[in-house]
């Protein structure tokens, strides 16, 4: 028997962990998850959309991806909060490392969901001490982090995905090879991994419905009309499991990030949030290991299984956050025709060297000597009082300019940074 795998995913994330943040820090008596609300974003550009939604909120039709005017009208009470995404790497690291204590086998896929692997217990366990033990995790993690996840359980990486995705929340279920007949051939092809709204309209033009229809359908007619992405979904509709570029986008030795969002990127604003947690973890770590690294790169794989990528070479090596990040944003603006939306993007360093010089110019001199003893400063920071005890003013752009009442006064006991940091 393989490994067993687990898929975590917490559950509402964004919304789930603000809600916990205000009920357990700011001492809130409304908890968020219990009624209608939704975290959403830029409400004065056009493009605001809810990001994460309630239970309560789901029983209006409200629906992820959705404009925030179209989810009021559902919903004229609905409560509205900004998204806070320094709060939310805080929390998903905490979230990760909950999973590092029982396996160092744990690959993060996105922001809210990661795989543990846990190889060797299949000598030790059956899948019922296995379902029991899933069921223990999940209540640990509720009770000491304050959110609930769900887990899928199987023994390939895509079948543990779809087994979590199952009933939410608060749920742990299987799928194992010999339960993909019964529990996810019947369900909407909609729901397959990597199955967007395009997609699901032409399987539906081909008289393909549900995902055992996909599994069963004739391999010629799927690669005729669908092309690559028609075979590969075809094979995960039979359980086959994920290519190697879901987890790693570059063959050289280096140090990346990775991560799919919860919602579609769709906006630079956006790409920009999530690169800056990727290059703040990249940089951590290339200080970390006192090396330096001189080619930077960003990835990105679209709805439709269209992956990219492209790099840049740096005048000197470097280990800072800032630098790395205002070279990753001209690659995302190169990369990106701002129009086909985004599920994963990455942001990955080459050309590894230890002791590594600075060739300095006029202007940068006392600028980068600045920010490397900056950055180490809020390593130690962090090492020792939490990954929270410190975050950049960026994360929270959006918060100070929306959040109403003394909530901004009331942030968390952690420093701010205040630096503005441009692409």
Same mark, same amino acid.
């Given at each position: 028997?393989?490994?067993?795998?687990?898929?975590?995913?917490?559950?509402?994330?964004?919304?789930?962990?603000?809600?916990?943040?205000?009920?357990?820090?700011?001492?809130?008596?409304?908890?968020?998850?219990?009624?209608? &609300?939704?975290?959403?974003?830029?409400?004065?550009?056009?493009?605001?959309?809810?990001?994460?939604?309630?239970?309560?909120?789901?029983?209006?039709? %409200?629906?992820?991806?959705?404009?925030?005017?179209?989810?009021?009208?559902?919903?004229?009470?609905?409560?509205?909060?900004?998204?806070?995404?320094?709060?939310?790497?805080?929390?998903?690291?905490? @979230?990760?490392?909950?999973?590092?204590?029982?396996?160092?086998?744990?690959?993060?896929?996105?922001?809210?969901?990661?795989?543990?692997?846990?190889?060797?217990?299949?000598?030790?366990?059956?899948?019922?001490?296995?379902?029991?033990?899933?069921?223990?995790?999940?209540?640990?993690?509720?009770?000491?982090?304050?959110?609930?996840? =769900?887990?899928?359980?199987?023994?390939?990486?895509?079948?543990?995905?779809?087994?979590?995705?199952?009933?939410?929340?608060?749920?742990?279920?299987?799928?194992?090879?010999?339960?993909?007949?019964?529990?996810?051939?019947?369900?909407?092809? &909609?729901?397959?991994? @990597?199955?967007?709204?395009?997609?699901?309209?032409?399987?539906?033009?081909?008289?393909?419905?549900?995902?055992?229809?996909?599994?069963?359908?004739?391999?010629?007619? %799927?690669?005729?009309?669908?092309?690559?992405?028609?075979?590969?979904?075809?094979?995960?509709?039979?359980?086959?499991?994920?290519?190697?570029?879901?987890?790693?986008?570059?063959?050289?030795?280096?140090?990346?990030?990775?991560?799919?969002?919860?919602?579609?990127?769709?906006?630079?604003?956006?790409?920009?949030?999530?690169?800056?947690?990727?290059?703040?973890?990249?940089?951590?770590?290339?200080?970390?290991? =006192?090396?330096?690294?001189?080619?930077?790169?960003?990835?990105?794989?679209?709805?439709? @299984?269209?992956?990219?990528?492209?790099?840049?070479?740096?005048?000197?090596?470097?280990?800072?956050?800032?630098?790395?990040?205002?070279?990753?944003?001209?690659?995302?603006?190169?990369?990106?025709?701002?129009?086909?939306?985004?599920?994963?993007?990455?942001?990955?360093?080459?050309?590894?060297?230890?002791?590594?010089?600075?060739?300095?110019?006029?202007?940068?001199?006392?600028?980068?000597?600045?920010?490397?003893?900056?950055?180490?400063?809020?390593?130690?920071?962090?090492?020792?009082?939490?990954?929270?005890?410190?975050?950049?003013?960026? @994360?929270?752009?959006?918060?100070?300019?929306?959040?109403?009442?003394?909530?901004?006064?009331?942030?968390?006991?952690?420093?701010?940074?205040?630096?503005?940091?441009?692409?």
């Amino acid at each position: 028997m393989s490994a067993y795998i687990f898929h975590i995913d917490a559950n509402s994330a964004f919304l789930s962990w603000s809600a916990a943040y205000r009920v357990a820090v700011l001492g809130e008596k409304t908890d968020l998850r219990l009624i209608p &609300s939704i975290v959403g974003g830029d409400q004065e550009k056009r493009h605001g959309i809810v990001l994460a939604k309630s239970t309560p909120a789901k029983r209006y039709d %409200i629906k992820t991806g959705e404009a925030i005017v179209t989810a009021r009208q559902k919903c004229p009470g609905l409560v509205v909060i900004p998204p806070d995404y320094g709060l939310y790497v805080s929390a998903s690291r905490a @979230f990760v490392d909950k999973l590092r204590q029982y396996t160092d086998q744990v690959i993060q896929y996105s922001i809210d969901e990661a795989w543990a692997v846990f190889d060797g217990y299949e000598k030790l366990y059956g899948q019922g001490q296995m379902v029991s033990f899933a069921h223990a995790l999940k209540d640990e993690i509720k009770e000491e982090l304050g959110f609930t996840v =769900n887990i899928g359980i199987s023994t390939n990486f895509l079948l543990s995905k779809m087994a979590g995705d199952f009933s939410k929340p608060d749920k742990v279920h299987t799928l194992f090879p010999e339960e993909i007949e019964k529990k996810m051939w019947p369900l909407p092809v &909609s729901e397959l991994f @990597f199955v967007g709204k395009a997609t699901t309209a032409k399987l539906h033009k081909l008289g393909i419905y549900t995902i055992g229809e996909l599994a069963r359908a004739d391999e010629e007619m %799927i690669r005729a009309h669908l092309k690559t992405p028609g075979k590969i979904i075809q094979g995960y509709a039979r359980g086959e499991d994920l290519q190697p570029y879901m987890f790693t986008h570059e063959s050289n030795k280096g140090y990346g990030n990775s991560l799919t969002a919860p919602v579609d990127i769709v906006t630079e604003e956006y790409a920009r949030h999530l690169m800056l947690s990727l290059c703040e973890t990249v940089g951590a770590r290339l200080r970390n290991d =006192n090396v330096k690294v001189s080619v930077i790169s960003v990835h990105i794989t679209t709805c439709e @299984f269209q992956h990219t990528h492209k790099q840049m070479q740096l005048l000197t090596p470097t280990d800072v956050t800032e630098e790395i990040y205002a070279a990753a944003c001209p690659i995302f603006k190169k990369l990106w025709d701002g129009k086909a939306p985004i599920r994963q993007i990455g942001v990955h360093t080459s050309k590894v060297e230890s002791d590594a010089g600075r060739q300095y110019n006029l202007f940068d001199l006392q600028k980068y000597d600045r920010l490397e003893t900056l950055n180490r400063t809020i390593d130690t920071i962090r090492g020792k009082y939490g990954e929270d005890s410190i975050f950049r003013a960026g @994360f929270l752009r959006s918060n100070v300019t929306h959040m109403s009442g003394g909530l901004d006064k009331e942030r968390r006991s952690g420093v701010t940074l205040g630096i503005d940091i441009k692409g």
